[in-house]
Each structure stands twice: as C-alpha cells, then as structure tokens.
C-alpha cells in the first residue's frame, strides 16, 4: 500500500470517527497547528495568528480511538505500557506527539506544514522582517554565506527557511537532509534525502552526501551530533548551507552548536564554528501572536576565537551595500 492509499484510509477511519466538522478544521489548509488537551478541546492556530478555541470538545474515548487508529497506521503501539506516540503523517508529512494514561489524559499535538511559500518579499509585507534586512540576506545568499536560522517551537524556523531556499532557486545543485518532510524547493537540481532512523540518521545522511557534487547543503534542523559533522562539511568547501536550531538568540546557536560536538564526543569546537557559520537570523514569535525577526548577526571571522564568546556583529540598513564575506 503506497503513501496516497494509506492516507485515503486514514482518512476514511478518522471521518467516521471525528465526524465532519471536526474533520473540516484539520484539513483546513490555513491551519498549521492542531491541540488537544486532557480536557478534550480543540485548539487550531492559523498563519501568523493566536491559538484558537474551536468550541468542539473529544471525550477521553475518541481521543483513545483516534490515537490508535494513527498508531496502527505509524505501525507503532500506542497503550498503557507505550504511552508516547509521534510520529509523521501519511502523505502530508505533518509531525503528531500523543500521550496516554499514564502519562496523562490523552491529548495530542499535530504540526502541519504550511502549504505556501512565503517570499522574503511577503515577510517585508507583513511586517515581520525589515526591508534593509531582506536585501541583506539576498546579498548573503549570492555571497554563498552559510545562515543559521534560530528560535523557540513554532517561531516560524523552517517557513522562514523555505523564504531562503525560495532565493537559490536557479542552477546551482542544493542538497536537503531533513527529518520530515518539511522544506519546500522548486530547484531543478535538488537532491532530497530524508531520515529513517534508527537505521539511518540525518548524520548518516550528512556523511553520506561529503561525495555528492553539491553546492549548498540545506539542513531542516540540527540538535545534535550531526550538527558537528555539518561544520565539518561547511569547512570543506561547502559554502552557502542553511539550517535552523532551537535558540533563544544568536548567542544562543553558537552555544547550541557547542552542546552537538559534545553529543558527538568532542569539546566544543569554536575555531571551527566559527570559520563554518556567517549569518545567523533569530525569529521570534511575540505576545501579540505575530512573529518578527528580532536579530540579525554576522559571525566576526577577523578575530579567531578558541573559545565562547564568538564576536557577533549586528548588521544594519547601512550595511546592506557594504556586505562582506
């Protein structure tokens, strides 16, 4: 049975289990954001605006059916004695995190990958970056700097990230490693490869592709030692990558950075973090449920460093015509 088949069954079983209007507000493509507590609300969040109450409530029994009719779609267990589930969906690839008793009341969360691709240009538009700071970033793109993109869950990392991808569109061949099925491209020359862990992980993946005639390596997301063997790769001549991390601010990833060559057995290695990364851009999510770039930092690779803190310079309108790489 092939990816479309079982999301057409998947579907079927959660129509008659959720019933239509339920069904109406996940499959609503604005939505990328689905919630379900211990008290069985249905929360959704659309582009750029706040979480929202629906008003439908799924007692504890259809929230237990609906978690294992995905689980035996996933080919995982989902009961007391597995009361974690995550997973990707069929087809769509959207990300699902489940609980059950007990752990706690059953509940869920479902992330969904938005269906457009936002422009830097729709970023400026919508008040979430700077115009200065849209040409500097394209100034950087064709200058082959490696960008980091930095923020908290569900600041809006990987849509910012598909914005820069959406710049490299052209002859160049980019190389995409990713977890799930998240970045959009519409290069021609694009090699996809995607985890399929514990068999082969996004570090396989990245040691896999050192032989590959790239130009740009793309990474989704890195949060552990796979992120050192990306600094590797960015020194050995791959320029112009682009990843995102969870940090709280630009001092932040570096640090992050630091914390995966440990999880890959080393010190943190600062001289080579340093020389690997160019630009990192942190993007927040605010109280008023909008999101905003908040920093935009060049990497100083004048003064080597053997350890934190690495200069960071903030870069400002007047810098856009002064880039240098």
């Known amino acids: ?35 379900v507590g211990g008290d069985g609300k249905l929360i959704v969040k659309k582009h750029s ?30 009961n007391g004695e597995s009361a974690l589930l995550s997973g ?26 938005s269906s457009q691709i936002f422009t830097l240009d729709d970023y400026v538009t919508a008040g979430i970056l700077e115009p200065w700071q849209a040409d500097l970033l394209r100034q950087h793109i064709l200058n082959l700097s490696t960008i980091v993109v930095c923020g908290a869950t569900d600041s809006g990392k990987t849509t910012f990230l598909n914005a820069l991808i959406a710049e490299m569109v052209g002859t160049q061949h980019l190389i995409i490693l990713e977890d799930t099925t998240e970045l959009r491209c519409e290069a021609e020359n694009v090699l996809r490869l995607k985890s399929d862990p514990p068999r082969v992980t996004l570090r396989d993946l990245v040691t896999s592709t050192l032989r590959a005639d790239g130009d740009r390596l793309i990474i989704g997301e890195v949060r552990g030692p796979e992120g050192w063997d990306m600094i590797q790769a960015l020194n050995m001549g791959r320029r112009g990558g682009l990843t995102t991390v969870h940090a709280d601010n630009a001092r932040g990833a570096l640090l992050r950075f630091g914390m995966m060559c440990q999880q890959a057995g080393l010190t943190p290695q600062w001289l080579q973090i340093q020389e690997a990364i160019d630009v990192i851009v942190h993007i927040k999510m605010q109280a008023n449920g909008k999101r905003r770039v908040t920093e935009l930092q060049e990497v100083q690779h004048e003064n080597v460093s053997e350890r934190i803190p690495i200069e960071l310079k903030p870069l400002g309108p007047a810098l856009v015509n002064g880039v240098t790489h």
């Open 1 to 35: 049975m092939n990816d479309q088949e079982r999301y057409n069954r998947l579907m079927e079983q959660l129509q008659i289990e959720l019933g239509s209007e339920i069904m109406a507000a996940c499959l609503d493509e604005a939505v990328t954001g689905i919630k």
């Open 88 to 113: 990707e969906l069929p087809r769509t690839g959207s990300r699902l995190q489940g609980w059950g008793n007990p752990l706690a009341d059953t509940a869920f969360v479902i992330r969904r990958h």
């Open 49 to 78: 605006i706040a979480w929202e109450n629906t008003g439908i409530v799924l007692d504890a029994n259809r929230r237990v059916r609906l978690l294992g009719i995905i689980s035996s779609e996933l080919g995982k267990t989902f």
